[in-house]
């Protein structure tokens, strides 16, 4: 008797949003040697902030859940311990902050000997004002944090006899969802006893004001959170090398709200709200970076004429000046993003996520069919990636390789 030979084991190829998507979209190249060949970054401090803001906001809410601590919260009581926490969470997994974003744990936990220099350090400037601006109207909204969301696809331009399988799984990790009620929202300018922030803009936006309108009053509606720690992008970017960060986000909140929607808990998503946690206090690297915006036409001319003061003193600002002093206003307006959502929008980026899944999917094949590493990935990025990448020294697309050093 024959005996049957156990079938090929099945194997759907797995993609996350930031960790395949917004990865392969920076450089191809770069993700290949980081995601696929598992090769860490090594200089980790880069991935460091985002990291860290991400766990003192999940940090923060658990805590604010338990204890209904009063905003605005102290720093030295309230935020430090929790900064303490994530800090260390990130050294067991070897990241490290840049001496002078934070307070380095290992060495001293006394926060009785900290000194406004230390209170200074960029990170924790940026943690104490997302707790006690953003933290203040979030919390009170959010209905869960971390949530883990999959969903399947047919893989694109399937091929039977090339392609490695009929599917692909899409994975990601909401940082935040909320619940609403319709009718709530509508009375609502009062939650807590002071006006929420985040509703406020809400209604003032159209898209969503027209979704409150069509809804039934009873109705509960989601929106999705997700925080950067980065500054806000600018709409285009001129070098055609470099990645559209502000298409990129919204494709990423668009597929998100897809993702969850096929959850059976969903309710319908009304919104997307981005926060880019870095504008709250921009460092020298993001003010020098809105300069080029503004050299190169890339803030709309309605925000440069509300905030006309602001940029004036973002143009005079020099690299060695103390930050200049920005109205609260325009800070909070450039921190949060609304995106809209709707049923053409999402479909358009689950095609744009397919087509990114195709290309990684090709460019893997080609080189297990034994191309070259470097023929089968695209090296292509801008030239701040460049400048910061680990595999610029053998990397034949990058100008900012190191002069080869001849002996005479
Ligand atoms: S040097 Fe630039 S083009 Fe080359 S792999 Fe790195 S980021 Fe990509």
Redesign the pocket.
């Known amino acids: 008797m024959k005996l049957p030979s156990r079938s090929k084991a099945y194997m759907i190829p797995e993609y996350s949003l930031t960790g395949d998507l917004l990865s392969f979209l920076t450089?191809n190249?770069?993700y290949r040697y980081q995601n696929k060949g598992t090769l860490p970054p090594s200089k980790p401090v880069q991935r460091w902030f985002g990291e860290f803001i991400h766990g003192v906001m999940e940090e923060a809410f658990i805590q604010w859940s338990q204890n209904k601590t009063e905003f605005p919260w102290d720093w030295k009581n309230d935020i430090r311990p929790i900064e303490d926490l994530i800090d260390l969470r990130l050294q067991a997994r070897g990241l490290y902050p840049h001496d002078e974003d934070l307070f380095f744990s290992t060495t001293n936990h006394e926060v009785e000997n900290l000194n406004e220099h230390d209170h200074k350090k960029l990170a924790s400037a940026r943690a104490e004002k997302a707790i006690n601006i953003w933290g203040k109207h979030l919390f009170p909204l959010i209905d869960s944090s971390e949530l883990l969301i999959k969903g399947i696809r047919d893989m694109p331009q399937y091929d039977e006899n090339r392609s490695r399988s009929n599917y692909y799984g899409i994975n990601g990790v909401v940082d935040v969802l909320t619940s609403m009620k319709i009718n709530k929202t509508l009375e609502q300018s009062n939650l807590d006893n002071y006006n929420n922030k985040i509703i406020e803009i809400l209604k003032k936006n159209e898209s969503f004001k027209q979704r409150i309108k069509d809804s039934e009053d009873g109705d509960d509606y989601e929106i999705i959170i997700d925080y950067k720690g980065m500054k806000r992008p600018p709409i285009e970017v001129k070098n055609p090398k470099a990645e559209n960060k502000w298409e990129s986000h919204k494709q990423q909140i668009l597929t998100y709200s897809w993702l969850r929607s096929q959850q059976e808990d969903a309710k319908s998503i009304f919104a997307g709200i981005i926060f880019y946690l870095n504008e709250l206090v921009p460092s020298k690297e993001d003010l020098l970076l809105i300069q080029e915006e503004m050299e190169n036409n890339l803030i709309d001319e309605k925000t440069l004429k509300k905030y006309e003061n602001d940029f004036k003193l973002i143009e005079n600002w020099q690299e060695d000046d103390k930050a200049p002093e920005l109205s609260e206003e325009f800070k909070l307006e450039r921190s949060i993003r609304i995106i809209n959502i709707n049923e053409e929008e999402i479909d358009e980026s689950l095609e744009k996520f397919d087509e990114v899944v195709y290309n990684i999917e090709e460019s893997l094949i080609n080189e297990m069919k034994g191309c070259k590493i470097q023929d089968a990935w695209k090296?292509?990025?801008d030239e701040r990636?460049?400048t910061a990448?680990d595999?610029?020294t053998f990397?034949k697309?990058?100008k900012n390789k190191p002069k080869e050093f001849k002996i005479p």
Do not use: D
Request: glycine share 0%; proline share 0%; hydrophobic share 30%.
């Open positions: 450089c190249l770069q090296a292509e990025a990636t460049c990448c595999f610029k990397c697309n990058n």
